[in-house]
Each structure stands twice: as C-alpha cells, then as structure tokens.
C-alpha cells in the first residue's frame, strides 16, 4: 500500500523559499506522476503541480516561475520548492499521487501546514 | 482556467436525509478522449481529502453506495442517499480534463 509523508519548515519568511519533502513508501516514484496540493486557510484549494515517472514535470501557471518540483528517485521522495513566498502561501501543503484509472491523484499524504510570517 | 460553481456552500442535514450538491463548470469537461474527468473528494476534519467518485459516477473503492455522481457536459451533481454522521466535512469537486486542474470552492455537511 502506497504511503505518502510530507515533511518540512513549519514557518517561513516572507520574501524566504518554501522547501517540502514528500517521502514515499509502498510504491516507486518512477512509476505514475506525483502532485502537490494545498489548501488555504478557508475552503480554498489549489493544485500546484506535478513530476512524472520520468522526470518531466506540469505546473500551475498561477505559480509562474516561483515553483519547482524535483525528485530523489534513489530515496524514493520528491520536492518542493517555492520562492518568493508571501503571507498569501500560508496553506497546508499535500502531496498525492495519481491514479491513471481515476484520472485524479487518490492517494494523498496527510499534510503540513506551512506558515509565512516574519 | 476553468472555474467550477459548487452549491450550495453550506448544507444542514439530519442523519438518514438525503442531500445533493452541484457543480457547474464554466466549460465543458469532455475530454478529446471521450472521458469526463469531474471527481468529487470529502475532507473530514483533521483528514487530507478523501477520493469518493471519479469520472462522474464511478465510486472510488471502499466508498459506501450511498454516494453517487451525475451530470455531463458542465452540470454535475453529487448525492448523499441517507447521510451518516461520518460524512460530516467539506465535499469539492474538482476537474482534471483541463491543466490547470480546478476545485469548487466547497461544501460544508453539517449536521443540523
């Protein structure tokens, strides 16, 4: 069974990089596409973006050029990276992963809540 | 993008009542490939969402049948066929025909 475990900073800077680990275990990142997801204070949530099995990644486009989403295939884990964050990135961060059947990501970690504060 | 209308945004419903929310698209979620991605998730309380229906009408495995989906084209509707108390929490739907990917704004299932 596929687990997913997000780990990073609980609190960042303004103007600071935002950098998250997603730790995988059950199921091999070079196989299916990976997400991260989050969810803002509220209701509001928002998909950021993806890696696939090879490598090749899809971003938002309302994250522009901040957001970079890289993998460690040797440890199993994936990365995010988020520059230039401001108060607006405060959210709980998920990652998932994708199921080709369902055509969405059905498998998803628990989450961690990133704050941007000075 | 696409922008998903989801109502209503709160819902009060007594256990065992029957309970609808809808998602309208502003455009079509017919993918090129004949598939409809619309996907309906339930974030309980403390939980990451949840994965309940996929593909409009098919139900995620492990999902009671008490949940179903409907709709196509832009109107989409999710039912709750006699609510139990562990269905509390926030319902999305969220679409994955078009990147970027897309969430309604959320209902709240609340217990009245």
């Known amino acids: 069974e596929v687990q997913l475990q997000e780990s990073g900073p609980g609190l960042v800077k303004p103007s600071q990089s935002l950098s998250l680990t997603c730790s995988v275990t059950?199921?091999?990142?070079?196989?299916?596409?990976w997400g991260w997801i989050r969810k803002f204070p509220g209701n509001k949530m928002e998909w950021m973006g993806y890696?696939?099995?090879?490598?090749?990644?899809s971003y938002n486009p309302s994250l522009k050029s901040r957001i970079s989403i890289t993998r460690d295939t040797s440890k199993n884990q994936f990365f995010l990276q988020l520059n230039s964050v401001t108060t607006e990135d405060t959210a709980t961060y998920y990652c998932a992963r994708y199921s080709r059947g369902a055509g969405w990501f059905a498998y998803w970690g628990q989450g961690t809540l990133v704050t941007v504060s000075s | 993008d696409v922008v998903l209308t989801q109502t209503p945004p709160t819902l009060s419903a007594t256990i065992g009542q029957s309970v609808s929310i809808s998602c309208r698209s502003s455009q079509s979620l017919l993918h090129s490939n004949g598939n409809t991605y619309l996907n309906w998730l339930l974030q309980r309380p403390g939980q990451p969402p949840q994965l309940l229906i996929y593909?409009?009408?098919r139900l995620e495995s492990g999902v009671p049948n008490r949940f179903s989906g409907s709709g196509s084209g832009t109107d989409f509707t999710l039912k709750i066929s006699g609510v139990e108390a562990e269905d509390l929490g926030v319902y999305y739907c969220v679409q994955s025909t078009h990147a970027p990917y897309t969430f309604g704004a959320g209902t709240k299932l609340e217990l009245k």
């Open positions: 890696i696939s099995y090879s490598g090749s990644t």
């Open positions: 593909l409009v009408s």
């Open positions: 059950g199921y091999s990142i070079t196989s299916n596409y």
